[in-house]
């Protein structure tokens, strides 16, 4: 807890129940794992700051719809696409790299 701390002090403004929980829900329901998701928000803790109804779901239904692999370097880059480089298809570019991920092994 000390490290998501100091990497996201504005976590302590986050309201528990109606938004850290249910954002890790949400990252533990995308991923079907539990220590995944706890790690990708650990590391990446100021994935709490995005809004679920807004912005999560709806890009995580357009990545679904898409055929893309939900992985959490998706769900990363899904979050912080900017406004702009998600209206312009600039998350597709997960798809390459997922596929050249599975080529790969």
């Given at each position: 807890?000390?490290?998501?701390?100091?990497?996201?002090?504005?976590?302590?403004?986050?309201?528990?129940?109606?938004?850290?929980?249910?954002?890790?829900?949400?990252?533990?329901?995308?991923?079907?794992?539990?220590?995944?998701?706890?790690?990708?928000l650990v590391s990446n803790p100021s994935?709490?700051a995005y809004s679920l109804e807004r912005?999560?779901?709806?890009?995580?239904?357009?990545?679904?719809?898409?055929?893309?692999?939900?992985?959490?370097?998706?769900?990363?880059?899904?979050?912080?696409?900017?406004?702009?480089?998600?209206?312009?298809?600039?998350?597709?570019?997960?798809?390459?790299?997922?596929?050249?991920?599975e080529n790969a092994s």
């Open positions: 807890l000390s490290n998501l701390a100091l990497k996201f002090p504005s976590i302590f403004h986050c309201n528990l129940q109606t938004n850290l929980i249910p954002t890790l829900n949400f990252y533990i329901e995308a991923l079907g794992d539990e220590q995944e998701a706890s790690s990708l994935l709490f912005r999560l779901k709806p890009r995580l239904e357009e990545i679904r719809n898409a055929g893309i692999v939900i992985d959490a370097a998706c769900l990363r880059k899904m979050a912080q696409c900017t406004d702009v480089q998600w209206a312009k298809k600039e998350w597709q570019i997960v798809k390459v790299d997922v596929s050249r991920m």
